[in-house]
């Protein structure tokens, strides 16, 4: 993946509060799932490892690969309970072929995909670095069309409240910045 579009992983993005707002939210999500505090065999973590790639590790029972390849062609191998794709495929070219590298990767009735990603907004609070921030409906019919369903979802919001009362920028993020983020399993 060209440098410019991936995240880098340093202090200033550990240390940014909409992230570890993200983060807490994501792993109140994840533990209201049926399979958490279930024991996986192996889960996979799409991307680099970050804060809430232990907090998994805790809510699964199992230790998380991460992947360093670029998932726009590359090829993914192995077998995992739980696969998670936090802030991912807004900026894949082609997240559908990640989506399928995934689905084979699953195994298991009870194996679960857990995806987040910003919800689309207007061009001019777009980040330059995504090249697919999706509506709902886009987001269901890129799992669908991979041969994923959806066991829930939600939304949220990532910045405390005070903050939209900052300004005009921050007042329109109120309105149209939210993260979508859902549990798959494979149809």
Not at 14 to 38: Q, Y
Not at 94 to 113: A, F, M, Y
Not at 156 to 173: A, E, S, V, W
Request: hydrophobic share 40%; glycine share 4%; charged share 25%.
């Amino acid at each position: 993946m060209p440098k410019t579009c991936r995240t880098v992983i340093d202090e200033h993005y550990l240390n940014d509060p909409a992230h570890k707002m993200r983060w807490r939210k994501t792993v109140n999500f994840i533990s209201r799932s049926s399979l958490s505090g279930a024991q996986c065999s192996k889960g996979l973590d799409l991307g680099d490892r970050t804060p809430i790639t232990a907090s998994l590790e805790q809510l699964f029972g199992c230790m998380f690969e991460n992947t360093t390849a670029d998932l726009d062609i590359a090829s993914l191998e192995g077998s995992f309970g739980v696969v998670t794709a936090f802030e991912v495929l807004e900026h894949l070219f082609n997240p559908l072929h990640t989506l399928l590298e995934v689905k084979q990767l699953i195994n298991g009735d009870r194996s679960r995909l857990f995806v987040s990603m910003p919800l689309r907004k207007p061009l001019f609070l777009s980040s330059p670095d995504h090249f697919h921030e999706m509506s709902r409906r886009s987001a269901l019919s890129l799992f669908t069309r991979a041969g994923f369903m959806v066991v829930r979802s939600e939304e949220f919001r990532i910045r405390p409240l005070l903050f939209y009362l900052t300004g005009f920028k921050p007042l329109l993020r109120a309105l149209f910045e939210k993260v979508q983020i859902y549990e798959l399993a494979v149809q």
